[in-house]
């Protein structure tokens, strides 16, 4: 397994085959990633995680560099992607004006919940 | 008022570019010793982290001021915020930014608590946000952040991503970028002074310390006109257009126009030249010089324009 960038919390579960280890308490661990265009493969440039099994709590500010340099690095680590953000057309006479990140990418994995 | 020091041209265009500018362990040891006192000790409220110390407030001499009180006329003479703002460094650097008329918004003294005792709920850093509400002005008001005594990073301190300030968000909406790559916390020694565009996303980090930690705020903003308040005198917009992405040395260091094009490193790469753009819109109000451009950036937007090339 590859080295993760997160430690133990990251690990994978063990596969046997082609069929996951059962889980007897699954849950999900959230990664969300902020990325420089909207290629997958873009440098990461925000970040957020959200630990559903309830082994490490997050928070704003935890961490100054980012857990994968790309979004293509954490698929690369097992991480699920699930939703991203389209690709939306300019409101005409606002095409200058910003707000919020425009390239969100969601991940998940499923965990054993940690009691 | 020749005690004032006033901003440089490559300060404020600093400021313009990244939305602060920060001033180390400047505020004499008097004065943080004596706001300390005056801001007195404040105690973990009866309902853990989330409770309001408003009675801890209610005991210190930092007073209650109404929103809209001519800054002068805001604190006792002879009072720590007094003295802090009438340091030629603050009174010079507020009245660059805002002009000589000022007018005094909302204070607030930010305690944070150190991490005693795990069972009064967990001691979490604060999300990120920006302050006040959806700001669709021009102009700006700025936050003014004191730190009194020296904050280690284990106390949290204060985060914040430079470059944020022109983006028009909505308060606690960006709550869920937790990390942002370049993002600072404020890890200083005592004395030490930041002056925040409104618009700087920011947030309290958690302190994981045994100390509690303080920080005030002030925020004000421009009563009269805001611009062209600096020392400005030296300035000269340059007379033509420097050559662009097919260059044979690096730029100038030290000129506003390198200083306006400097991206910080969590700019996406489509919106990063629109960052650009907006801090060359907001150096054109604050030179009064509706023609200023870095780079050709507007130029090429609004000689198509006059030309009646739409």
Same mark, same amino acid.
């Given at each position: 397994?590859?080295?993760?960038?997160?430690?133990?919390?990251?690990?994978?579960?063990?596969?046997?085959?082609?069929?996951?280890?059962?889980?007897?308490?699954?849950?999900?661990?959230?990664?969300?990633?902020?990325?420089?265009?909207?290629? %997958? @493969? *873009?440098?990461?440039?925000? /970040?957020? =995680?959200?630990?559903? &099994?309830?082994?490490?709590? +997050?928070?704003? $500010?935890? #961490?100054?560099?980012?857990?994968?340099?790309?979004? %293509? @690095? *954490?698929?690369?680590?097992? /991480?699920? =992607?699930?939703?991203? &953000?389209?690709?939306?057309? +300019?409101?005409? $006479?606002? #095409?200058?004006?910003?707000?919020?990140?425009?390239?969100?990418?969601?991940?998940?994995?499923?965990?054993?919940?940690?009691? | 008022?020749?005690?004032?020091r006033l901003l440089s041209t490559i300060d404020m265009a600093r400021f313009v570019a990244r939305g602060f500018l920060r001033f180390d362990a400047v505020v004499p040891h008097e004065i943080n010793e004596q706001f300390m006192a005056e801001a007195g000790e404040t105690a973990e409220p009866d309902e853990g982290f989330k409770g309001?110390?408003?009675?801890?407030?209610?005991?210190?001499?930092?007073?209650?001021?109404?929103?809209?009180?001519?800054?002068?006329?805001?604190?006792?003479?002879?009072?720590?915020?007094?003295?802090?703002?009438a340091l030629p460094l603050v009174a010079g650097t507020l009245q660059s930014l805002l002009g000589p008329e000022i007018v005094f918004d909302h204070h607030f003294l930010h305690v944070r608590l150190p991490s005693r005792d795990p069972s009064r709920g967990p001691n979490l850093s604060q999300h990120t946000h920006q302050d006040s509400?959806?700001?669709?002005?021009?102009?700006?008001?700025?936050?003014?952040?004191?730190?009194?005594?020296?904050?280690?990073?284990?106390?949290?301190?204060?985060?914040?991503?430079?470059?944020?300030?022109?983006?028009?968000?909505?308060?606690?909406?960006?709550?869920?970028?937790?990390?942002?790559?370049?993002?600072?916390?404020?890890?200083?020694?005592?004395?030490?002074?930041?002056?925040?565009?409104?618009?700087?996303?920011?947030?309290?980090?958690?302190?994981?310390?045994?100390?509690?930690?303080?920080?005030?705020?002030?925020?004000?903003?421009?009563?009269?006109?805001?611009?062209?308040?600096?020392?400005?005198?030296?300035?000269?917009?340059?007379?033509?257009?420097?050559?662009?992405?097919?260059?044979?040395?690096?730029?100038?260091?030290?000129?506003?126009?390198?200083?306006?094009?400097?991206?910080?490193?969590?700019?996406?790469?489509?919106?990063?030249?629109?960052?650009?753009?907006?801090?060359?819109?907001?150096?054109?109000?604050?030179?009064?010089?509706?023609?200023?451009?870095?780079?050709?950036?507007?130029?090429?937007?609004?000689?198509?324009?006059?030309?009646?090339?739409?």
């Amino acid at each position: 397994m590859a080295r993760s960038p997160l430690g133990k919390s990251m690990k994978l579960p063990k596969l046997k085959g082609n069929r996951k280890a059962r889980l007897t308490n699954p849950r999900q661990k959230v990664l969300v990633l902020y990325l420089a265009n909207s290629a %997958l @493969d *873009a440098p990461v440039v925000a /970040w957020a =995680l959200y630990d559903g &099994s309830g082994e490490r709590l +997050h928070m704003a $500010g935890d #961490e100054d560099s980012p857990p994968y340099k790309t979004g %293509l @690095d *954490a698929l690369r680590e097992g /991480w699920r =992607l699930f939703q991203a &953000s389209q690709i939306q057309p +300019h409101v005409r $006479g606002e #095409e200058l004006d910003l707000s919020y990140l425009k390239y969100e990418f969601f991940f998940e994995r499923i965990c054993e919940a940690v009691v | 008022m020749s005690a004032l020091r006033l901003l440089s041209t490559i300060d404020m265009a600093r400021f313009v570019a990244r939305g602060f500018l920060r001033f180390d362990a400047v505020v004499p040891h008097e004065i943080n010793e004596q706001f300390m006192a005056e801001a007195g000790e404040t105690a973990e409220p009866d309902e853990g982290f989330k409770g309001s110390h408003r009675d801890a407030f209610a005991a210190n001499a930092i007073p209650e001021v109404q929103a809209g009180t001519p800054l002068a006329n805001a604190y006792e003479p002879g009072t720590a915020p007094a003295r802090l703002l009438a340091l030629p460094l603050v009174a010079g650097t507020l009245q660059s930014l805002l002009g000589p008329e000022i007018v005094f918004d909302h204070h607030f003294l930010h305690v944070r608590l150190p991490s005693r005792d795990p069972s009064r709920g967990p001691n979490l850093s604060q999300h990120t946000h920006q302050d006040s509400t959806i700001d669709p002005r021009q102009a700006f008001d700025v936050q003014l952040m004191y730190y009194p005594h020296r904050i280690t990073r284990d106390m949290g301190g204060t985060r914040f991503i430079p470059g944020t300030h022109l983006r028009k968000v909505s308060e606690f909406a960006i709550g869920r970028y937790q990390n942002v790559v370049g993002q600072q916390h404020v890890v200083c020694e005592a004395g030490t002074l930041l002056f925040l565009h409104h618009g700087v996303w920011h947030g309290a980090g958690a302190n994981q310390s045994d100390r509690t930690r303080y920080m005030f705020k002030i925020r004000l903003r421009a009563a009269g006109r805001q611009t062209r308040a600096w020392a400005i005198e030296d300035y000269r917009p340059p007379d033509k257009q420097r050559a662009i992405f097919f260059l044979k040395s690096p730029p100038e260091e030290n000129t506003v126009e390198t200083v306006l094009t400097t991206p910080e490193p969590w700019f996406e790469q489509d919106t990063g030249r629109l960052e650009y753009i907006n801090r060359i819109k907001l150096w054109r109000y604050l030179t009064e010089d509706p023609e200023y451009d870095a780079d050709y950036w507007l130029t090429r937007l609004d000689e198509n324009a006059a030309a009646g090339n739409r």
